[in-house]
């Protein structure tokens, strides 16, 4: 090639790069989430999948419409919206009113995330904020359980999935409590392998503890996730937990049923790991996860809610930039005694 | 082998050194014109002591040092001096400093007052310092300050261990290993010299593990030394950051905007320890050094013996030109060097590579927004919060990222490599580092009016004083000659 004078453009160094991204690590949440629902097609039907779909498209429509028109395409693209509604819609009823996950999905990108600043400065996880704001909004809907449909009802949708906006849902008189429920209310407890495999009624993503497991795993494999967080929260339950069950059985769940129910696999490992909204040193990383929880067994075990995961969370979210602000890492070279 | 200590962060890049590790050090043909800046150091440009027309030798002093911390300049060869004026620099700037063009008469004659010195172990620690400076060395790992400011920190300093860093832990880079692998006895030789200028007992000689050919040169070559100790280290960027480095091998931490002095310790580079050799056993001034060219975009990558002055053309046109077009040129390694505004820029002291890299390498994409992943916190070897620094300089608070840490940070380029998001995190550094200085100077110009504004006003205000009293003493002179002149009165009156 013939040498001639050519600008070059400058940029400052490094020139090289690692080659991980942003949007892969998205992609490879998304995939990570696969199997946990499709388990929850699975056991809830097309009920489930209109939910899930109603609940993407409130957070991407949302997305859509206030994001600067130039640039609107690329921030859809770069899939978080995508992931809040599924992750949303995951932690709704399966039965819930179409228009409902639609609002909730809206509500998780607009106050979640749009309000803050968009990507990256939220404060809260934002599909967590589309969930207490839904639970607030329409509590009953939100805490009536549906139970499990087998495969051969898959193409039968529960009749308050269609319950038109603003109306008093309908609901087909049979709903069923969720492990956690019965064991509130009733100090009535689920087999383990139930709670394994997600042959239980509750949330759509959240039954099936060995799916949501593989998905973690995944993401561990690919690097996406800080294994601190799951590990931290777990292992506190389960230690928490253990204590109170040691203390009075009749009342209190054992470990296992503790980390495999409820929404505590789903929320360990895809909620509280979201990087924007989890603190930054891995000094900070254990306190979070540590008091979330604590706060998921003191919720269970002393509040009103059967499920304290939620709440556990979005509290250990507003503490993240407290916990940054005193677990910062030591600057080079300083605070150490000179010879 | 000495037990080795970890240091925090750091970031293992694909370091692609084979494209020229094991291409022998060739010397390139003199190029038909040199360009030689003056100031190729850190610290004062040297003043130049020839003029146009003049004829000079290989080796004959151009410009002298200038100042406590400056390095002269040398002829790179024997020729005639086309002029001294304004060039493009070595700097991604372009700006043109002064610089001396010299054609080469084709002679390569040396000067004939050499003075090489048979023992240099006889030498006292100063004559040493002395012999460095007047060669022109400055640290040839990149960072150019003058080696032998350097040398002198002894008389500040409790001193007691050299390091040589043979880390080169920059991707692509094989300059320093081919030194060690083709000239071990050469480089010891100019580590000795050095710890004798120093005054120290000790001397770890560190290299990466990823050289294990120079490593196996330069223990062989140390062997009969029982003070030099040839340490192998973990393959990890930052590695060869001199801080960074002291600390891996001592465990002790150099503290903040100190010097390894501080605790004792002083770090030479590979090949300035070759130029001290050349130096004090040859007389030869500083007017050469070794580069890597290299790069996905380099047609063949060589290691090459370069003349000062020479255009980083001739070295494009030496290794084959280009086989497609470099998305980014660079001098220096890929993580820490400067991109080069053109083509025509000469080698300068401190160039230790030159590298055209395709697109696929430097893997250009679009900037995401920041997710708070802490990939950055994870890789910065200084403990510091990049992306905290960087959002407070993008909306302007540059003195909350000073309070963050930002005049810590060593803008080794770990963070921005690890970011997911591929923000230009240490551009952001730069920006911030180069506003803050130049605030620094504007306050330093205020404060300087302010300081002759007062002067003036207290000079005005004297003058007045003067003026005032002056009046006053004219009045009262004029009263009492009046007053002489009624008590007698003039003869002339009455004449």
Known sequence: MKLKEHRLKLQAAPLLKQSMTTGQTMRDVLLALLPATLAGLWYFGLGALLVLIASIAGAMLTEWLFSPAESRMQRLSDNTALLTGLLLGLTLPPALPLWMAFIGGAASIGLGKLIWGGMGQNLFNPALVGRAFLLATFPIAMTTWSPQSGPTEFFQIYASNLAAPFMQSVYDGISAATPLGLMKFEQQSTGLWALVSGNTSGCIGETSGLLLLLGGLYLLLRRDLDWRIPAGILGTVALFSTTLYIVDSTHYPGPLFSVFSGGLLLGAIFMATDPVTSPLTPRGTWIFAVGIGVLVVLIRAYGGFPEGVMYAILLMNAATPLIDRYTQPRVFGKGIKNP | ?495
């Open chain 2, 1 to 495: 082998m000495i037990k080795l200590f970890k240091i925090r962060g750091g970031v293992h890049p694909q370091d692609r050194k084979q494209l020229s590790a094991n291409q022998a050090i060739e010397n390139l043909p003199l190029p038909p014109l040199l360009h030689i800046p003056l100031q190729q150091h850190i610290g004062a440009p040297a003043e130049p002591l020839v003029r146009r027309g003049e004829t000079v030798l290989k080796g004959a002093l151009l410009a002298r040092s200038q100042g406590a911390i400056s390095a002269p300049v040398h002829a790179p060869t024997s020729g005639r001096i086309m002029g001294i004026g304004g060039f493009p620099a070595h700097h991604p700037s372009g700006l043109s400093v002064r610089t001396i063009t010299l054609q080469p008469d084709g002679n390569d004659a040396w000067v004939d007052h050499l003075d090489p010195v048979a023992d240099p172990f006889t030498l006292q620690p100063d004559d040493i310092a002395r012999r460095v400076a007047e060669a022109g060395i400055v640290g040839m790992g990149g960072a150019t300050f003058p080696a032998a400011v350097k040398l002198n920190l002894r008389n500040r300093y409790a001193l007691h261990t050299l390091v040589i860093n043979g880390a080169e832990c920059e991707p692509y880079l094989t300059c320093d290993d081919r030194l060690m692998r083709e000239q071990p006895d050469e480089v010891l030789d100019g580590v000795l010299i050095l710890a004798r200028g120093l005054g120290v007992e000790r001397i770890l000689f560190a290299i990466e593990n990823n050289k294990p050919e120079a490593f196996a040169a330069m223990n062989s070559a140390a062997h009969a030394y029982s003070q030099v100790e040839v340490v192998g280290l973990p393959t990890r960027y930052p590695m060869g950051s001199e801080k960074h480095l002291v600390q891996t091998l001592t465990g002790r931490e150099t503290p903040a905007r100190g010097l390894t002095a501080d605790i004792g310790i002083v770090v030479q580079n590979v090949a300035t320890a070759l130029a001290v050799h050349e130096a004090l056993r040859h007389a030869r001034p500083l007017i050469s050094r070794v580069m890597t060219v290299s790069g996905g975009a380099i047609r063949q990558p060589r290691n090459i013996h370069v003349p000062l002055g020479t255009p980083l053309s001739s070295l494009i046109d030496f290794c084959g030109g280009f086989k497609q077009k470099p998305a980014r040129l660079i001098s220096g390694g890929p993580m820490m060097g400067q991109p080069v505004p053109s083509i025509r820029v000469p080698v300068v002291k401190g160039s230790n590579g030159l590298l055209a890299l395709t697109e696929e390498e430097v893997r250009l994409r679009s900037e995401m927004p920041c997710i708070r992943c802490a990939s950055c916190v994870h890789a910065c070897p200084c403990g510091l919060l990049p992306l905290d620094m960087a959002a407070q300089i993008r909306v302007g608070s540059l003195d909350a990222s000073v309070n963050l840490g930002l005049l810590d940070c060593i803008a080794c380029g770990s963070c921005a490599y690890a970011c997911p998001s591929h923000i230009p995190l240490v551009h952001y550094f730069n920006y911030a580092k180069g506003e803050l200085a130049a605030r620094q100077r504007a306050q330093h110009k205020q404060n300087e009016t302010k300081r002759l504004i007062i002067i003036r006003k207290a000079r005005m205000e004297a003058l007045k004083q003067a003026k005032h009293e002056m009046m006053m003493k004219r009045k009262r002179e004029l009263a009492t000659a009046k007053q002489r002149n009624t008590e007698t009165p003039s003869t002339e009156v009455g004449a």
